[in-house]
């Protein structure tokens, strides 16, 4: 008969029902549901492989107790919250689910985009107070001709750069990483140096991984490089915006309005970020729709599989 294997899943999901159908016949399944990885301890030594999402960090101090681990999923994208050098340096493989939210992601930052240029939460407010005066939008840029530059230019930044050309936006792109070409399938203007891309960027939207690289890459320098009046828009990771930066350049009129859908702590715990009254905040679900949710459980709950049973 062949042996069990034990899945862990570290944090966000409640149940496992989506886990289960892919898993059911060759493991079993515990739903530890917490934030701290000190709880993933008491099971390390049994887990064949961990199912890990984002509101928990492993850091050496867990991952060396994963004595018989093959492999660490994360179910999204970013992997920043998984210490991939010690896990190397363990033997446990660590993948990610990269592509289950593309056209989520990249829907959620045009949206974004769209409700500071159009003014959308000051209208709703306005006109919930029991006001009528179309005047709370007045200062909102005709769309069409401005510039949205993009940082990091994978699947997300490339789904929003389609989107936004449907719009009649200018795109420049900035990513070091990707192929000679790039801009010619995506049809866009490439720039070399970020410094190149910022005073031409009307609106500034965010799609990198977090890195040594990227943490911080928004800060008072990069934001005093775009035109006066700037727009910035993050639904890629808290930490690669400098929030005291980004908060000093709203005050002075440097920055009209900033839309965060990630920030530097979650949750949100930085009241000069929540309150202020030039910043459009979602809760970290860019990443949502509930055909996408399903797409990451399923990829993951199926990497996790061929972990477990030794395929590639």
């Known amino acids: 008969m062949r042996r069990r294997h034990h899945v862990v899943v570290t944090d966000y999901l409640a ?16 739903l530890l549901q917490t934030h701290d990885e ?14 890990v999402y984002h509101d928990i960090q492993l ?8 004595t018989k681990c093959k492999g660490i999923v994360r179910c999204g994208v970013g ?19 990269p592509d289950y939210g593309t056209e989520e992601v990249a829907d959620h930052a045009l949206m974004l985009l769209l409700a500071c240029a159009r003014r959308l939460i000051a209208a709703e407010q306005s006109v919930r107070a029991g006001q009528w005066h ?17 940082i990091g230019c994978g699947r997300i930044g490339s789904a929003l750069a389609r989107r936004a050309q449907a719009l009649g936006l200018r795109v420049l792109i900035y990513d070091p990483y990707q192929p000679d070409g790039i801009e010619k399938a995506l049809g866009v203007e490439r720039c070399p140096r970020l410094e190149e891309l910022l005073p031409q960027t009307d609106f500034l939207s965010l799609h990198c991984p977090l890195t040594r690289e990227t943490r911080h890459i928004v800060n008072a320098d990069t934001l005093a490089q775009l035109p006066k009046g700037a727009y910035v828009i993050n639904t890629a990771r808290g930490p690669c915006v400098d929030a005291t930066a980004l908060i000093a350049a709203l005050d002075s009129g440097q920055l009209t309005c900033a839309a965060l859908d990630v920030v530097e702590r979650e949750p949100l715990d930085d009241e000069r ?11 970290h679900s860019a990443f949502y729709s509930v055909e996408g949710f399903h797409e990451m459980r399923f990829k993951g709950a199926q990497e996790a599989r061929r972990l477990v049973l030794g395929e590639p």
């Open 15 to 30: 149940e496992a029902g989506s886990e289960k159908r892919v898993l059911d016949d060759v493991a079993d399944i515990t």
């Open 38 to 51: 000190a709880n993933l301890l008491p099971h390390a030594a049994s887990a064949d492989a961990l199912l």
């Open 59 to 66: 850091t050496e101090k867990s991952i060396t107790a994963l």
């Open 79 to 97: 992997f920043d919250n998984i210490d991939v050098q010690v896990a190397g340096r363990h033997g446990i493989v660590v993948c990610n689910v």
């Open 134 to 150: 179309p005047q709370v939008v007045f200062g909102a840029p005709r769309l069409r001709g401005k510039t949205l530059g993009i």
């Open 273 to 283: 970020v929540r309150k202020h009254p030039k910043i459009l905040l979602t809760p």
